[in-house]
Structure formats: structure tokens, C-alpha cells
């Protein structure tokens, strides 16, 4: 029973609920959003107004996913990389942002990510207030039933005391489980989420490698990746193992510099 019991006072199931319900909002905005600006964009192609609509199409799917972290991240208790802003990401020449947008595999992820959003925030609504109403019948019925209001389950009306009485026994059970089930709900939203948002680029990883070893001057495997975990985040994006590897990896392309200092490696910026 008590572990039953235990989700209503952990705020972690009201988030989700949140995450939940907000779940139809949300969507459809990015749906609508990402939809029409593509379909404008490509539709203008031939007259080349559409290339700017496009760029901005991009801009919002980009600026649209970084809310959509932080949600996750917030609500879900989602693992989330603290993004390091690439060179020109937000500046240099306007030709340059478009093509690192276009070629970012990012970008795409995102919006995949938000055009999914509509599906699954209405199943994620649907079945938040499914199971908040069938938990509160009980005590709705009765409440209808003095108001004069029939209600229709089926060829069924609920319009006596007699039979709104009928949703006690439901209404428990789902009043019990239901904290459980919403949360078990949630865990899917956080895994789409983590899944398609939560991905760490090798850009990106090398960046924040090169900005940890600029200031450090020099360090070692497990220092780079403790560092890593400050600016970056903890989750399944970041691991040890592929610190070292893209450590490998900078160390063949001539930007780092490798030496055994007793049992440990230490890299610095060449």
C-alpha cells in the first residue's frame, strides 16, 4: 500500500503530470509551426523568397528544441547536454550558419523530435486526464448526477446516486494506481525525449575537449571527462570511453598532443 501511496508525495509525479497535460499545447504548436514554415519555404523555392523562410524554419526548430530540453529536462528529470555553441553558430557570415544548419545531423533529429511531438502529445494528454477522470469519478458523478446532468457511457446513463455509486470501487483502484501508471507513462516521453534531444554531436564533444584543455593547459582522461561532466552534464551522452576515443581522434588529426606522465596519458592543445 505504501508504495502505492508514495507517488503523491513526490513531486516528481506532478512534473510528469505537467509534462503530460502539456504535452497537446505544445505539439500542436510545433507541429504547426515546422509544418507551415516548410511548406511556405519550399512552396517560395522557385522564387527564392522561400530560401530565407526556410532559414528561419530552422532557426525556430533549433531555438523550439532547446525549450523542449529544458521541459525534459525540468519536468521528466531527462539527461540533457548542456550544448557548447560551435563557432558560427550564432555569428560569422549568414551563408556559413545556413550550411552548418543544413549540414547538422542535429538539426534533423530536432525536427523529427517536433514533428513527433503532435502524436505523442495527444496520446500523452488523452491518457493523463483518461486516468485523472476515472480516478475522480466517483466523485464527479454524484456531483453531475445532483446537478441534473445525465451522463452516457455507452447505451448506459448515469442519471441516480444508485449508479454513480458504481464508479467507487473504479475510482479507488485507479485513485491507487494511477500516480503509478502516469509515471510509468511518463518514462516513455523521457526515453523519446533523451532518445531524439539528448544526443551529444562529436563537434561538440571536441569542443568542449578543446575548450576544458585551453584552460587546463594540461590534463589526463579522468580530469577532461570530470570537467566534461561539470560543463556538459551527466548522462548515457557523455562516457569515459568516448572521451578517450575522441581524445584518439583529435591526438591523429594534429590538434592534441599526448605524453605518459607515470601511469596516466596527459593531452594538451598543440
Do not use: C, N
Not at 508525495?9 to 512534473?15: D, F, G, N, Q
Request: hydrophobic share 50%.
Amino acid at each position: 500500500m505504501t508504495w502505492l501511496l508514495s507517488p503523491y508525495s513526490e513531486p516528481a509525479t506532478y512534473r510528469a503530470i505537467a509534462y503530460l497535460v502539456l504535452g497537446l499545447p505544445i505539439g500542436i504548436i510545433s507541429f504547426v509551426l515546422v509544418v507551415t514554415g516548410l511548406s511556405v519555404g519550399l512552396g517560395l523555392l522557385v522564387t527564392l523568397l522561400g530560401i530565407p523562410v526556410l532559414v528561419a524554419t530552422l532557426l525556430v526548430v533549433r531555438t523550439m528544441a532547446g525549450f523542449e530540453r529544458q521541459l525534459a529536462s525540468t519536468l521528466l528529470d531527462a539527461p540533457m547536454p548542456r550544448l557548447v555553441r560551435e563557432p558560427g553558430e550564432y555569428g560569422g557570415f549568414w551563408w556559413r550558419r545556413v550550411r552548418e544548419l543544413l549540414t547538422d545531423r542535429r538539426t534533423y533529429t530536432e525536427m523529427g523530435f517536433l514533428l513527433l511531438r503532435l502524436p505523442l502529445g495527444v496520446a500523452d494528454f488523452v491518457f493523463a486526464v483518461t486516468v485523472m477522470a476515472i480516478a475522480l469519478a466517483a466523485v464527479i458523478q454524484p456531483i453531475l448526477v445532483t446537478a441534473g446532468v445525465p451522463t452516457e457511457f455507452g447505451g448506459w446513463t448515469v442519471d441516480t446516486y444508485a449508479e454513480a455509486l458504481v464508479f467507487v470501487p473504479i475510482s479507488i483502484v485507479y485513485l491507487l494506481a494511477g500516480p503509478r501508471l502516469l509515471l510509468a507513462w511518463s518514462s516513455v516521453s523521457r526515453s523519446v525525449a533523451s532518445k531524439l534531444l539528448g544526443e551529444l554531436g562529436t563537434s561538440q564533444l571536441k569542443l568542449a575537449i578543446g575548450e576544458v584543455l585551453a584552460r587546463s593547459h594540461r590534463a589526463d582522461a579522468f580530469a577532461i571527462f570530470d570537467e566534461l561532466g561539470l560543463r556538459l552534464g551527466r548522462g548515457p551522452f557523455l562516457s569515459l570511453t568516448r572521451v578517450e576515443a575522441t581524445l584518439l581522434a583529435l591526438e591523429s588529426a594534429g590538434h592534441v598532443s599526448a605524453s605518459r606522465e607515470g601511469s596516466r596519458i596527459q593531452y594538451a592543445l598543440v
